[in-house]
């Protein structure tokens, strides 16, 4: 099964969701699509099952909870470790940004919404434990550099410039990462 579960990721990243399908994760995990069918009903399934153990964003939150805690030295690094930690996870795993893509494009589809659910649950647990203030709308804030980090990331492969950022260039992405981190430390 964690073959297969691979071979969706890496044809994933390959193609996109819109362009995968059984034989092609058949192929790629060098089993007979017959296996897919019989184990997880179809595509659907199999697809329902790679978002279900595959998400690498409730994965990453799930971590950095269990690594971090309330008494760390500095609650303002912390949430600059964890958004810049956020940026490195998803620019380094092609599957999440095309799940991302395929979410922003199929937004009535079932399991679109359940991976909704699921992301938010986990965001929203970190945001209980290291995002709150009295002074400011830290949830606000992080959704904003969220969303924004997600879609530098989205129009990079086709999008080599952002304003006066080369998307291709990993001393922008340090200046986003130093970004970042000016943003919280004014809000303090």
Not at 60 to 71: H, P, R, S, V
Not at 106 to 114: D, G, R, V
Not at 157 to 164: A, C, E, L, T, V
Request: hydrophobic letters at 40%.
């Amino acid at each position: 099964m964690a073959r297969l579960l691979q071979a969706v990721g890496e044809v994933i990243s390959e193609r996109g969701v819109n362009r995968v399908g059984i034989n092609a994760v058949a192929e790629k995990a060098g089993v007979n699509k017959v296996l897919i069918y019989r184990y997880f009903g179809g595509w659907e399934g199999l697809l329902q099952q790679f978002l279900t153990e595959g998400n690498f964003l409730t994965d990453y939150n799930k971590q950095f909870l269990d690594t971090n805690t309330e008494a760390a030295p500095s609650p303002c690094q912390i949430r600059i470790d964890y958004l810049k930690g956020l940026l490195r996870q998803l620019k380094n795993h092609p599957p999440a940004q095309e799940m991302l893509k395929w979410e922003i494009s199929s937004p009535s589809s079932a399991l679109s919404q359940q991976l909704v659910l699921s992301r938010n649950e986990s965001y929203q647990k970190v945001l209980d434990k290291f995002f709150h203030s009295d002074q400011e709308d830290l949830n606000a804030v992080t959704a904003l550099l969220t969303s924004g980090i997600a879609m530098l990331l989205l129009i990079a492969p086709s999008q080599k410039q952002f304003m006066d950022l080369n998307l291709q260039s990993e001393e922008s992405w340090k200046r986003i990462e130093h970004a970042i981190g000016r943003i919280y430390n004014s809000l303090q």
